[in-house]
C-alpha cells in the first residue's frame, strides 16, 4: 500500500484545493449583429445559431455544447464552421474587435473538457477545414488541414506506403489540428516520438487575426525560438492551429502483437526489460491492462483472447506489437523470446497468444482500443491520465479503490469499478473509475485531490497526453512549479492579452 | 484392421491457406488474377471446422482417437498447419505443390483427399472441412469428396452432435428460412457454416495459445506431393481475366425540386401517370 499522508511534501498539503470559477466579465456575448457580420464572411451553412435569425435546431448544435463523455456540458448560443484559414483570421479579427471569447473545436473527443464553451463564448469548428494539402511520398511529410480527421489522413497515405506517426482509440473522429493542440500521446508514441517530434510545420491564426505561416517542410530548421512548439499542447489558448506539416514514417511491413496473461503484477516490470532487451528496434507498443478491465472487456464482447481456465487467476495483461520490415525476421525474434518465456525457471507468465492472422492481429487490439468505449456502457466514468513510475501503476489503483472503500463509496451504489490500463512502455497510467448511476459532486470530492497528490507524490504527471482543458486547470500546480506556472500566464498575456481564445482552460 | 471392441473416432480436418479477410484485395497489373503478396491465413471456415473437431474431442474425450488437418499447398501453406496443430489438431499432412503452380480446383482437391482417406492405415470416420473457402468461393470441395467416397454428406452444418457408439453424427444445417436437422451414418463429410453454436451458445474459433504454439512445433507433418500418391491436380478451367468492378460514381447535389427533375429528366428518368 502507498503511505501517502506521512510523506506528502507540505507544499501540497498547505494549498488549498478549490475549483476557481473563472471570470467571463470582459467578454461578449454572441448577438444578432455579430451573426450578421460572420454571414458577411461565412456561408449561410456555416453557421449555427441559436438566435432567431439563424434559429438552427437545437438537436443540431447540442454536439458542439457537450463531450463525448457527456460531462461538460457548453453554453455557446452559435457555432462556425470556416472552409478556409482566411476565414478563421477574419472571425479572429473581428472577436478580438469585439471581445468575444472562442473555443476551438477539432472531433470534440478531448476529455478534459478543453474544446467545450465554459460560459458564452462561440464555438469555432475546424471540422469543415478537411483538404489535404500535399504528400510528398519520397519524403513522407503531409501537409493538411487541421480539420482532417486522423484515419482519412491515414487512408489517404496508406497507398504510398506510410503511416501517421500517431494512433490513438478516437482517430474515427479526432482531428489531426485536436490531436496537436492537446499534443496528444497513443499507442505509437512509444515508436515514433511525440508531435513535438514530428510535427515540422504549423499555420495558426493567432488571437488578433494575424496568421502565422510556419508551414515548413524542413526536418532541420534552427533558425530561432520555435514557436510552434506553443501550439503543440497549446489546448487552442494561444491560437487556433488552421494546418499542419507533419512527417510521416515509412508503414512496416510486418506487424505481430503477442497478448501475454501475468499472474502478478510484480511481472511486469521484468517482462517490460526482457521483451524490449530480445525484440530490441522492432517491438513499437507495450500495453497494460489490469485484470478489472479485461473481465469488463470479456462482458461487453471483446476477446476472448484466452479461455477462462487459461487466463485463470492472472491479475494482469500485456499486449506487445512488433513491427518492422521483414516478417521471418521478426516471427523469429518473437518466437525465441516467447521460448525463453515460457521455458523459463520461473515464467513471468502464465500464457499467452500470439496472432496467427490480421484478423486475430486487429482482434488483440481491439480489446485494448475497446476499453474506453466500454468503459463509457458501465456508467460515468472519472478517468485520470496520469505518468507515475511504472512500478507504481498498480499501487495507485489500489490507492484509489482502497479510499473509496474506506469512503464507503465502493459498491453498485457509487463507484462500481477502479481500473487501470495503459502505455507501460511510455508511463502512462489510465486510472478509470467508473461511477454507475452517474457523476456526483461527493464522488469527485473523494477522487480529488486525492489522486493528484498521489501523482505529485510519486513525483508523476497529473496529465500524461490528455491535457489540461478546464478539468484539471487547478490541479497544473500538482505537476508544474509556481515559476512554470508564472511564465505561462506571461506567454498568454503575450499572444492573447484580450484573454478571447478558449478562456477559463489550462491557465490556473 | 480397426479395433472391434471400443470405436475409436478418426477425424480429418481439411484447412486451406487463403488471402486474409481483413485484407483489401487488389487485381494484378496483368489481369490474371489478384496480388498474392498480401497477408493470408487459414480460409475462416476451416478455421470453424478446426474448432468443431477440437469440441468434439473435449466432448468425447478419449472416444476421439485422432485429428488430422491436411492442406494442398505452397511451402508456405505449412504455417497454416501449425497454427491448426497449435489449436489442437495432433498431426498434420501437407501435399506440398510448387510456389509457382496454379492454385488446385475442387475436382483435384477432392481426389487428392480421396486418395489421402484410403491411405489412412486407422482409417478415416468423419471428414470436417469448411463450406467454401474465401478465395475462390467454389464450394464445391466436400460434396465432391462425398460423391467420389460415396459417403454421407451433411453440409452448411451450424451444429455437429457425434455418437461414436452408434456411429451417427447428428447434424443441424443452416438453409434458407431455418434450420434442418440431418442424422447421417458414420462414415461421414460435414462441411461447416460461419456460424456454429454449442450448448446454444455460438462459438467463435480459440486463439493458439503460447504452450500450445510450443507444442505444435513438435507435432508431425507428414510432406506428401501429389506425385506421390497419384494425383494430377493441373486445373481443367482457364482464366481468361480477373477485373474489378466498376467503381463507384459519386453523386451530386441539387438545391431544388425544379433543378432535381430537370436533372431527372437529363438523364432520361420519365415519370408515369398513376
Not at chain 1, 464553451?117 to 501537409?143: C, H, T, Y
Request: hydrophobic share 40%; with cysteine.
Amino acid at each position: 500500500m502507498l503511505r501517502l499522508h506521512n510523506s506528502i511534501r507540505p507544499a501540497f498539503r498547505s494549498r488549498r484545493w478549490a475549483h476557481n470559477i473563472p471570470s467571463f466579465s470582459h467578454l461578449n456575448t454572441v448577438n444578432e449583429e455579430d451573426l450578421a457580420h460572420f454571414s458577411s464572411i461565412l456561408a449561410p451553412t456555416s453557421i449555427l445559431s441559436t438566435l432567431p435569425s439563424i434559429s438552427t435546431p437545437a438537436d443540431d448544435i447540442a454536439p458542439y455544447n457537450v463531450d463525448w463523455m457527456g460531462k461538460y456540458h457548453g453554453q455557446a448560443n452559435s457555432v462556425l464552421r470556416p472552409r478556409t484559414t482566411q476565414q478563421v483570421s477574419e472571425i479572429v479579427k473581428y472577436c478580438a474587435q469585439r471581445k468575444i471569447g472562442i473555443v476551438p473545436q477539432g472531433g470534440n473527443t478531448g476529455l478534459v473538457g478543453g474544446g467545450i464553451s465554459l460560459q458564452k463564448e462561440i464555438v469555432l469548428s475546424l471540422g469543415a477545414m478537411n483538404n489535404v494539402r500535399s504528400f510528398d511520398p519520397v519524403s513522407g511529410i503531409l501537409v493538411a488541414d487541421a480539420g482532417c480527421i486522423l484515419q482519412s489522413l491515414s487512408e489517404h497515405i496508406a497507398p504510398h506506403n506510410h503511416i501517421m506517426p500517431l494512433d490513438l482509440g478516437a482517430k474515427g473522429s479526432c482531428q489531426i489540428g485536436g490531436n496537436i493542440s492537446t499534443n496528444a500521446g497513443g499507442l505509437r508514441l512509444l515508436r515514433y516520438g511525440s508531435l513535438h517530434g514530428t510535427v515540422l510545420g504549423l499555420e495558426v491564426v493567432l488571437p488578433d487575426g494575424t496568421i502565422l505561416d510556419q508551414l515548413s517542410t524542413l526536418r532541420k530548421d534552427n533558425t530561432g525560438y520555435d514557436l510552434k512548439q506553443l501550439f503543440i499542447g497549446g489546448e487552442g489558448t494561444l491560437g487556433i492551429v488552421t494546418g499542419v506539416s507533419i512527417l510521416t514514417p515509412p508503414a512496416p511491413q510486418a506487424t505481430n502483437n503477442i497478448f501475454l496473461a501475468l499472474p502478478h503484477f510484480d511481472n511486469v516490470l521484468p517482462l517490460f526489460q526482457i521483451v524490449k532487451r530480445q525484440l530490441g528496434e522492432i517491438m513499437s507498443a507495450f500495453e497494460y491492462i489490469d485484470r478489472t478491465a479485461y473481465d469488463m472487456g470479456l462482458q461487453h464482447g471483446l476477446g476472448p483472447l484466452l479461455s477462462a481456465d487459461e487466463a485463470g487467476g492472472s491479475q494482469c495483461f500485456v499486449l506487445v506489437e512488433t513491427s518492422g520490415g521483414n516478417q521471418d525476421h521478426d516471427l523469429e525474434k518473437l518466437n525465441n523470446l516467447l521460448e525463453s518465456l515460457l521455458t523459463a525457471d520461473e515464467p513471468l507468465i502464465n500464457t499467452g497468444v500470439l496472432s496467427q492472422s490480421p484478423t486475430q492481429f486487429n482482434s488483440i487490439w481491439a480489446l485494448r482500443e475497446g476499453l474506453t468505449e466500454c468503459v463509457q456502457k458501465e456508467g460515468k466514468p472519472y478517468k485520470y491520465d496520469v505518468s507515475v513510475p511504472l512500478a507504481d501503476f498498480q499501487k495507485v489503483v489500489d490507492a484509489v479503490r482502497e479510499r473509496m472503500i474506506s469512503k464507503g463509496l465502493y459498491g453498485d451504489h457509487a463507484i462500481s469499478k477502479v481500473m487501470g490500463y495503459g502505455h507501460v512502455g511510455d508511463g502512462n497510467l489510465h486510472l478509470n473509475v467508473i461511477a454507475k448511476h452517474g457523476y456526483r459532486p461527493e464522488l469527485e470530492a473523494a477522487l480529488e485531490p486525492f489522486i493528484y497528490e498521489i501523482v505529485a507524490d510519486r513525483k508523476g504527471s497529473v496529465s500524461a497526453e490528455h491535457g489540461i482543458g478546464s478539468m484539471k486547470r487547478d490541479a497544473l500546480h500538482y505537476s508544474k512549479s509556481d515559476v512554470s506556472i508564472d511564465w505561462m500566464r506571461k506567454i498568454k498575456q503575450v499572444f492573447d492579452p484580450l484573454n478571447i481564445m478558449n478562456p477559463g482552460k489550462v491557465i490556473p | 484392421m480397426r479395433p472391434s471392441a471400443v470405436r475409436l473416432l478418426n477425424i480429418l480436418v481439411p484447412i486451406k491457406r487463403a488471402v486474409d479477410y481483413a485484407v483489401k484485395i487488389r487485381v494484378n497489373p496483368e489481369q490474371t488474377g489478384i496480388d498474392l503478396n498480401v497477408k493470408h491465413s487459414m480460409n475462416p471456415f476451416d478455421e470453424i471446422a478446426v474448432e468443431e473437431a477440437i469440441r468434439i474431442r473435449e466432448r468425447l474425450k478419449d472416444a476421439v482417437k485422432s485429428i488430422k488437418v491436411v492442406t494442398i499447398g505452397p511451402p508456405k501453406s505449412a504455417e497454416t498447419l501449425r497454427t491448426a496443430l497449435a489449436m489442437g489438431a495432433d498431426s498434420a499432412i501437407h501435399v506440398e505443390i510448387p510456389e509457382s503452380a496454379p492454385a488446385p480446383e475442387p475436382l483435384g482437391v477432392a481426389k487428392t483427399l480421396k486418395a489421402l482417406i484410403e491411405r489412412q492405415k486407422e482409417g478415416v470416420d468423419v471428414v470436417i472441412l469448411g463450406k467454401q473457402a474465401i478465395d475462390d468461393d467454389a464450394g464445391q470441395t466436400g460434396q465432391m469428396l462425398a460423391g467420389l467416397m460415396g459417403w454421407s454428406q451433411a453440409t452448411f452444418a451450424s451444429k455437429v452432435e457425434v455418437d461414436p457408439e452408434q456411429k451417427i453424427a447428428n447434424i443441424t444445417r443452416e438453409i434458407d428460412g431455418g434450420l434442418e436437422e440431418l442424422r447421417c451414418k458414420f462414415p461421414v463429410i460435414i462441411t461447416t457454416d460461419l456460424r456454429q453454436v454449442h450448448l446454444h451458445v455460438s462459438t467463435k474459433p480459440r486463439y493458439a495459445s503460447l504452450p500450445n504454439i510450443m507444442k505444435a512445433k513438435k507435432k508431425p507433418v507428414e510432406k506428401l506431393t501429389a506425385a506421390e500418391i497419384g494425383v494430377d491436380l493441373t486445373p481443367r478451367l482457364e482464366t481468361i481475366k480477373v477485373t474489378e468492378p466498376p467503381k463507384r460514381v459519386g453523386g451530386g447535389k441539387v438545391a431544388s425540386v425544379d433543378e432535381l427533375l430537370a436533372r431527372l429528366k437529363e438523364a432520361g428518368v420519365t415519370g408515369k401517370r398513376a
